[in-house]
């Protein structure tokens, strides 16, 4: 019988906005943006402050994911962009990548519409909360490094490439669960959860972890619980996402971003000792049976069941190092040739020291790629694709 795997718990509409410095340029003239107004942090009411933020995200060379007061916002910042239309969301990006495989799965929707019944695979069934169409794309924009866009009498340059996220999608807000959930997560094989981050309510969260824990708790012997995390919008609520899951998934896992986030300071992603010590200090902060973290220089679990995921993170990396090469439309030729690639040398030093430092984890080193048009977008999703994939042939 094949593996059963069930993706939740939101898709999306993506626009993603193509990197085009020059109309950038115009932009911030227009605005009149000054270097002393970037800021990651600031509240998005206006296409003027989403600008003031993606400035400061390239000037930072890192991602993240922010919300706008509305969509209207979005679309018409993307307005001023060519745009592709794609679907995201961690477990539809997870059912894309699986499907190059030749994995089925069903995915859990809160939302459809036309785009979504276009481009999701033929092989992932899905189940639907929303009783009617709608659209409330998120706006992707991926920049290279070394892009350089003049701000005042200053350059903004991206010392990394990266991607940023712009959001406000009500039905994921929401994430109302379909009544058929807790019965699909019984009868699966491997159970993603996600989704969580959007919602901005306390008492709405509460009522969508307890569907959650229904279909958890009826889990049959042996199959896997991985829950993926991501940033909050309203970061005191992670908080309770941790309480209530800990206990009831087998893989707790996040980027080097979550990662940061929990212990409130930063990491050295390549020195064992710090990563060791963060791993130890996250254990307490997150108490699942397994944590994993995936970064762009490795991916490892730490816990009792660490060496069972070896096989997963290799799976992860490759699915995720693949995307990465190819973009879009990569092939099964493709992911095996990634497989086949020389790993990071700093990536496979530092997964020496830490397994040598730290006997409880299992690291594996992602692979030394070189592309002039890195694809930044969704690389985290896919590990999840291919990290749930190899979990479910083993």
């Not at 699966?188 to 307890?210: M, P, Y």
């Amino acid at each position: 019988m094949s593996t059963r795997y069930v993706l939740g718990l939101g898709g999306t509409v993506d626009y993603e906005l193509a990197w085009t410095p020059d109309v950038l340029d115009r932009l911030v003239a227009e605005h009149a943006i000054t270097p002393d107004e970037l800021d990651v942090h600031v509240p998005i009411g206006s296409e003027r402050d989403l600008l003031r933020t993606l400035l400061a995200f390239v000037r930072d060379g890192v991602g993240g994911e922010r919300f706008v007061a509305s969509s209207d916002i979005v679309a018409a910042f993307a307005g001023h962009f060519p745009v592709r239309v794609t679907l995201g969301g961690t477990c539809v990006r997870a059912a894309i990548a699986m499907d190059v495989l030749g994995l089925a799965s069903t995915v859990h929707l809160v939302s459809i519409d036309d785009h979504v019944r276009r481009l999701l695979p033929a092989s992932t069934s899905y189940l639907c909360s929303a009783e009617s169409d709608s659209l409330d794309p998120h706006l992707i924009v991926q920049f290279p490094a070394g892009t350089t866009i003049r701000v005042g009498s200053d350059e903004v340059v991206a010392p990394h490439p990266n991607r940023i996220i712009y959001v406000n999608d009500p039905p994921n807000r929401e994430l109302l669960l379909h009544p058929g959930l807790p019965d699909a997560m019984a009868d699966a094989d491997v159970v993603l959860v996600s989704g969580f981050n959007v919602i901005q309510d306390a008492e709405t969260l509460e009522h969508r972890l307890a569907d959650v824990r229904k279909g958890l708790q009826r889990l049959a012997p042996g199959a896997l619980a991985y829950f993926e995390d991501a940033g909050y919008h309203v970061p005191a609520l992670a908080r309770r996402v941790r309480d209530e899951l800990s206990g009831l998934v087998d893989v707790y896992a996040m980027n080097e971003d979550e990662l940061q986030s929990w212990l409130g300071r930063t990491v050295d992603l390549l020195d064992a000792d710090d990563v060791a010590a963060a791993l130890v200090e996250l254990a307490s902060v997150v108490p699942a049976p397994t944590r994993v973290v995936h970064t762009k220089h490795w991916a490892l679990a730490h816990g009792g069941d660490a060496e069972r995921y070896r096989a997963p993170l290799l799976g992860g990396i490759t699915m995720a190092g693949t995307r990465y090469v190819h973009g879009d439309g990569f092939t099964p030729d493709d992911y095996a040739a990634t497989g086949t690639t020389t790993p990071q040398p700093e990536g496979v030093a530092f997964a020496a020291a830490l397994e040598s430092v730290l006997p409880s984890a299992v690291c594996v080193p992602a692979f030394a790629l070189d592309t002039a048009a890195p694809t930044t977008i969704g690389l985290g999703d896919t590990f999840v694709g291919g990290f749930l994939a190899a979990a479910g042939r083993a």
